[in-house]
């Protein structure tokens, strides 16, 4: 397996609430990645990395942020949670960015709940 | 842009029997594909991948995907369901700087 490790794994938290996600990885792969997994849409990407300090966009990043000090940690953070970014999120890490032959690598997950 | 449509949302098959997985895909480009098994309550795994190499791929504990381009299919395939391979499947499409997923078929095998 992959050395990825994402904390927490479960969280409950209120509507309003800040949260952050941390992924950590063990692999020094220079891409990460941060996904929500929902029903009936598969993965979603929510924002990237391809280097410390240097993050982008993905295809739903409304009320996300993340940062990235050191290459091996990607923290995912909800500003003020809202009942629709309750969802389970994913970290992924890559040699090469998505669009290319490299195998993408997942974390086991963090569910969110938002009350 | 590219897309991924997986025809079944749900399969339910017998131990013992054949399995098939449909995926179709929507590219501009010479695409890679990737099948991913999610277990539950797990991260996602890799099957299989596809690299413009040969078009029959062999993947982990015996599943195996035919690349038909003229199709644009990636079908997802084992001879013999073990109670094991009960999980959620994930084809994927790559290319140009962009990936993909479908939105998974979840696979039942019943004694």
């Known amino acids: 397996d992959a050395g990825i490790t994402q904390s927490p794994r479960h969280k409950v938290t209120e509507t309003g609430t800040p949260v952050t996600l941390r992924c950590h990885q063990t692999?020094?792969?220079?891409?990460m990645y941060w996904y929500r997994q929902d029903p009936g849409h598969g993965l979603r990407l929510i924002h990237y990395s391809y280097g410390v300090k240097d993050t982008d966009k993905g295809e739903v990043s409304d009320g996300y942020s993340v940062s990235r000090s050191k290459t091996e940690d990607f923290l995912l953070t909800l500003e003020s949670a809202t009942s629709s970014q309750t969802s389970v999120y994913f970290c992924a890490i890559s040699e090469s960015p998505t669009g290319s032959a490299h195998t993408i690598y997942f974390g086991e997950g963090s569910w969110l709940t938002v009350v | 842009a590219q897309s991924v449509t997986q025809l079944d949302s749900h399969v339910s098959v017998s131990e013992g029997t054949p399995v098939l997985l449909r995926c179709n895909y929507s590219?501009?480009?010479?695409?890679?594909l990737f099948w991913y098994v999610q277990h539950p309550n797990k991260g996602l795994q890799l099957l299989l991948k596809y690299t413009s190499a040969a078009t029959l791929v062999k993947g982990i504990n015996g599943f195996e995907a035919e690349f038909k381009k003229s199709e644009t299919s990636f079908h997802l395939t084992k001879p013999s369901a073990h109670m094991s391979d009960a999980a959620e499947y994930f084809c994927?499409?790559?290319?140009?700087?962009?990936?993909?997923f479908g939105a998974g078929t979840r696979l039942t095998v019943k004694p």
């Open positions: 590219s501009s480009y010479s695409p890679s």
């Open positions: 994927v499409v790559s290319g140009d700087n962009d990936m993909r």
């Open positions: 692999e020094n792969h220079r891409y």
